[in-house]
């Protein structure tokens, strides 16, 4: 894991495209949030606004990574070589899958520091502690996500437009910028299904107030279970492919 973590994240901090997408896009999300949120009269709206930009990063290289996760080994033609090497290949796609998230850190760092610079954004914790431990917590959880998607979108060809289709949905439903309170009541049960809801909330809460330990906690349920899952369909996976002899195939 900790091999296969170093070498990734290697590979993707070398990505012009990655590095970019992973500054820009929560840069310009940030932007449009501060101004609407700087309307408001709560005085931690901007800070509420900067983390939910910078978690919307982490998730946004997840999703695109865990789409082309084995899509990338296949075009580089390794795919093969992973699937019959020794280590099992869940393992072997982890690492991978954690990776992507870890490179939204650029997201999380860039907003709060764009935000106290040109907004004044306070950066004042409420539990500092708890703050440090939160965000790898919801890393590691986004990337657990990533892991049952990358398995699962695998068997859907076109994975990179199911990722531009579902990125915004759950950007909403999962309370990044809008607070779930606001939203219709239907979908509050598949906010609760989503690793992302916790992981912002346990962070939120480190940062401007509250209990974060019961969001921290069900951060790490849910990624055990999305780890359970994707093993599971992972495995299905790679039994149809080697059956019908398609693992090289696009």
Known sequence: MWVGWRLYLK???????????????????????????????RSNSLLYAALG??????????????????????????????????????????????????????????????????????LHFAHPLLFVASVPAAILGLGLLGFLLASSFILYRYAGALANMVEWPVLFVTGLLVPISLLPAWSRPISWLLVPTWGMRSIRDSALGGSPLPALGMTLLLGAIYFVLGVIFLARFERLARKKATLSLT
Do not use: K
């Open 11 to 41: 590979s993707l901090m070398l990505s012009g495209f990655y590095v970019f997408t992973s500054l820009f896009m929560p840069l310009l999300v940030s932007t449009i949030a501060f101004y609407m949120f700087r309307a408001g009269e």
């Open 53 to 122: 930009a910078g978690v919307y990063g982490i998730w946004s290289s997840t999703l695109y990574g865990s789409a082309g996760a084995l899509q990338w080994q296949r075009w580089q033609g390794t795919l093969e070589v992973l699937v019959a090497a020794p280590a099992p290949l869940p393992l072997v796609l982890l690492p991978l899958t954690v990776a992507t998230a870890s490179i939204g850190v650029y997201s999380l760092a860039a907003t709060l520091l764009w935000g106290r610079l040109l907004f004044g954004v306070p």
